[in-house]
């Protein structure tokens, strides 16, 4: 199979050579999942992927989704696609097998989701709202609403959605109005208008069950005062009938610069006083069940930005390899046309692409790997270390890799010239498709402030120490070997110098100087994120150099010499600038912040 | 009128205050243009802009151009907006009065054309399309080329393309196989196809004019054996006559990311062996006709990418200004949302869009003075030194200043968070329809190693560093100024370490490692941009430093002071960053060469 989407070697190369992912099978929760099962799960989602996702990917681009009366429908291919990836129970795949889930290590899950979202993202958004829905349910219902729900959510016989955007309460959830009435019977009475609702309405499923955020009224303003409610199209009975419809109305879906598959719809709740829903989990602790969503979404999101850039970059190799123009740049004149691979541009851009999907790929599969050993560890003091890395990682997975994915589709764009900008090629749709990623599930700048505001003081600083100290055990494994050395000791000055950055910011907030830190806070999201891309590409390196020192097979030599050019290529051309972006951030510039509005132009 | 499209304080800004463009009118040349003629040039061209072409923008690009048996019908709004431009007769603005253009100083003319193109430069396509074909024949044409085709061209009774790239002839113009075999009586039979022709075919006009690249039969491959020819649509008889259908037909037209507003058209010529063209120029100087014409063209490709970044930035400018979001970071919980210009991070989006802005603004009206000096000019000496500076601001104006609007359109859909991604909003559109941009006319790679290969050392290094000499100047007076030499010093020392970079990199390719050279190409292009983006943005700060200690009108206040305020941010906040691009560069990795192609990925 040619390789598509993802490159399977590089796939592998993470979860066993890199992530030792068979590790995880030594534990009861996952004894199942030896190499052979995980390669098997890895082979089926890829040959979904290639063979049912990708090929109705240009034709869902084209078709969209259509609003008619309040229903809309999704594009013709998506249903059968839809049919055989329920049939495979993609959905859940890491969860629970009573609920109808496969138990799978979140790693591995990240694998199969590698090749469905890069063959398919708007197609898999209509999975990913089911299954973050569902999971709310398992995490927030009563043993009723999970008997009601879960399994048929988790199976994909149900939809889902999440209701929480309002058209004067975006990045400002607390400024939300939608409105919960108790109606003494258990259940609540919701009226509100819900915008960018991804799924919100569909015709996928028979049935779609909406978690929608909602002020009881009398509760306090701001997010205090948020609750979360489940919320279904049609109600469902306590014998798990289906009863009326509910009054969740669907008034219009955005016509959008991409994922066109993907329904972004208004809701009206309760537009003739018959919406109901019931509470899901406490009164007011809406938000913070929305917390405990945030990291699966978030993460969500990175591996969507990073699906295209992987695709694009896969593309634009295949593509570079067979276009012929111009001949080699040093060949006599009149010498004919050679691929364009051999061009050094093409080749700086394909370098480019290559390590950033590497090193994208490692950030993401290590984060499933750290919620994988929570899950098998028993002491709490490793549990909360792993949970740390994760809390300083999802900021890192989702803003910054969706802001360079984006850059990488744009480049993957180039590669092609004019061509790149037709529809004859992927190439323009995976830009459009991207694009998105940098703004929704929080916007980067967003991600940003996450991560300056709470990740890097969380736990007192240890969360961000701690994953630094990670950083730390491959810098020093890669100085012992002697040809790492010098890439080890730049990645070390940069480590360095990103800590002197954050305790520079630092200081800023401690003098409460709180908009001149969070000025710099997507500079400083910028390079934490090239930092722990150069960790990555050391990390495979010092892994890749082991293995040609052991006469790998001839196929694997150049799969390994090419993670030591990755490695060099990034740390060589990156981590410098990322040390002057460092620099800048030190410096503290505020003329953004001094500038007074009228200067910004006139009106 | 709304600040729409430009800022109409910051055009007069560089025209008047920063370039003094009634210079030109104490020439003979330009008598007219005093500054009450420019204002009202400038003036008319943006109610133009603003009340015509604008309002068509959204419109065009959902209907698009239809192609339907050879006929290419383009967006219905655009015939009023055509009538209307040829009306105003803008389509030559700088030509000779007696072919019917304006005779206007080209600074002049690009102040209009940053309100035409940020309007709606897909429709712009079609007149600048029009008004290159009628440069080539003005510039290359016979007496009676120019008696039939020229006044009708310019006034836009007739349109025009350029019929270069072929399927297997993009980047490598060299490769071309279109024929053209000589019948004898003065006239060419052509043959042959072309793809990506912009305004190939459409219905505004009765007639389109095409410049074709052909090879005469028997002429030398490569580049040395292209001539030009002039390939009415409909034949034009001796006696300007209409003659019959010349067998140029369109064959189909691309779909595209954007610009839908332009067809981009596949043609054949001479399928029915019914096309014939006349030479324009000489036989096989077909490519330097071409090279006469491209700084037109790619200063115009510039123009477009810049305009769409100028008209993102004020459109994210009024939305910061009006959405309500989110309370300010330091005030006290639960109190009320502000506009998100009040927040840090929308702040430091905003004053990125407004710096590069302001600096592409200056660097493409600043090659237009250049062009207008050389006009006025009689010493040789300063004529070469003025051309040499345009000749190596070329590929900055088109490459570095549309790689940075594209970034600074995708910002601009971030401020706008999920309304930006929607088609509710202009800012999708603009960044669609900036890709193409660093694209076409040569792609930015392409651009970048004109700038190394050949701009560099060009008239041995003099046009270089004629052109940083005009940087020093700025730099020496800015030192005089006490508040502006902090940054007047580091724009200087960046100049030095631009001059190592150039220095080196020269050497680089004397010891005839061109690979290594051309590899950091595109990273050189970067950082000559970011100096010079610098260099403008300081010129633009010493003035307004200079009006301020002048006690300047109010509202003039805070324009000044926004001035300052983007020299400092740029300089404080970009500058150490490309210094760090420059370290890359000296250090010469070249693992994107020594990867061998299977390492980049299997197969």
């Known amino acids: 199979m040619a390789q598509l989407v993802a490159d399977r070697r590089d796939v592998d190369f993470v979860l066993h050579e890199q992530l030792n992912v068979e590790q995880l099978s030594q534990f009861a929760k996952f004894e199942e999942f030896n190499k052979k099962t995980v390669d098997m799960v890895v082979s089926e989602a890829r040959n ?3 063979k049912e996702l990708l090929p109705c990917l240009k034709e869902a681009d084209e078709e969209g989704c259509l609003f008619n009366n309040g229903k809309v429908t ?8 839809y049919e055989l990836f329920c049939q495979g129970e993609w959905i859940a795949m890491c969860d629970d097998p009573d609920w109808g889930g496969q138990g799978m290590p979140a790693t591995v899950a990240l694998a199969a ?12 958004l209509h999975n990913i709202l089911s299954h973050g829905a569902g999971k709310l349910v398992e995490c927030f219902g009563t043993d009723k609403q999970k008997e009601l729900f879960l399994e048929k959510m988790y199976t994909g016989v149900w939809g889902g959605s999440m209701l929480l955007t309002e058209p004067e309460a975006g990045s400002d959830v607390g400024a939300l109005t939608t409105k919960a009435v108790p109606n003494g019977d258990g259940t609540y009475s919701i009226t509100g208008n819900k915008i960018f609702i991804s799924s919100g309405e569909n015709d996928l499923v028979e049935n779609i069950i909406h978690p929608v955020l909602a002020r009881i009224e009398g509760a306090p303003a701001g997010t205090a005062g948020i609750s979360l409610f489940l919320v279904p199209k049609f109600w469902i009975n306590d014998d798990g009938s289906q009863g ?16 066109h598959g993907s329904p972004t719809c208004s809701m009206a709740l309760g537009g003739k006083d018959q919406c109901r829903g019931t509470l899901l989990g406490q009164e007011n602790k809406g938000m913070s069940a929305m917390f405990v969503m945030m990291n699966e979404a ?14 694009s970059y896969l593309n634009a190799l295949n593509y570079a390899r067979e276009r012929v123009q111009g001949a080699a740049l040093t060949a006599p004149k009149g010498s004919p046309g050679v691929p364009i691979i051999q061009h050094p541009d093409i080749r700086r851009i394909l370098l480019t692409m290559k390590s950033h999907s590497e090193g994208m790929r490692s950030i993401l599969f290590y984060v499933g790997l750290m919620e994988d050993m929570i899950k098998v560890t028993e002491d709490d003091e490793d549990k909360a270390r792993y949970q740390g890395i994760i809390d300083v990682l999802v900021p890192v997975a989702k803003g910054y890799i969706t802001d360079r994915a984006f850059e990488m589709c744009s480049q993957g764009i180039q590669v092609f010239g004019g061509y790149g900008f037709t529809k004859e090629y992927p190439q323009e749709q995976l830009l459009r498709d991207c694009k998105i990623t940098q703004i929704y599930e929080g916007t980067n700048g967003i991600q940003a402030m996450d991560l300056l505001g709470r990740k890097l003081g969380l736990n007192k600083g240890k969360a961000f120490t701690d994953l630094l100290a990670e950083v730390q055990k491959t810098i020093d494994t890669a100085k012992e070997t002697k040809e790492l050395k010098p890439l080890a000791d730049m990645v070390d000055a940069t480590v360095v110098k990103l800590m002197e950055t954050a305790q520079f910011l630092g200081a800023v907030m ?5 908009a001149a830190a969070f000025v710099q806070a997507h500079p400083f999201l910028d390079v934490t994120g090239d930092t722990l891309m150069a960790w990555m590409l050391l990390w495979r390196a010092v892994i890749a150099s082991q293995k040609l020192s052991e006469k790998p097979k001839k196929k694997d030599i150049s799969f390994y010499e090419g993670q030591l050019k990755s490695a060099q290529f ?3 051309s990156v981590l410098p600038v990322a040390r002057g972006k460092m620099e800048v951030i030190m410096a503290g510039d505020t003329a953004a912040l001094d500038i007074s509005e009228e200067a910004f132009g006139s009106k």
């Open 74 to 81: 999704v594009p013709k291919a998506f249903h059968r696609a």
């Open 113 to 124: 989701n590698n090749y469905f979202n890069g063959a398919n993202y708007p197609f898999m």
């Open 48 to 50: 979904l992927a290639v």
């Open 298 to 311: 978030r993460l969500h999101v990175g591996m969507q930005g990073f699906a295209c850039a992987s695709a």
């Open 244 to 259: 009326d419809f509910n009054d969740v109305i669907c008034t219009g879906i955005e016509e959008k610069m991409g994922i």
């Open 570 to 572: 990034f740390i060589h």
């Open 510 to 514: 401690g003098a409460k100087n709180i």
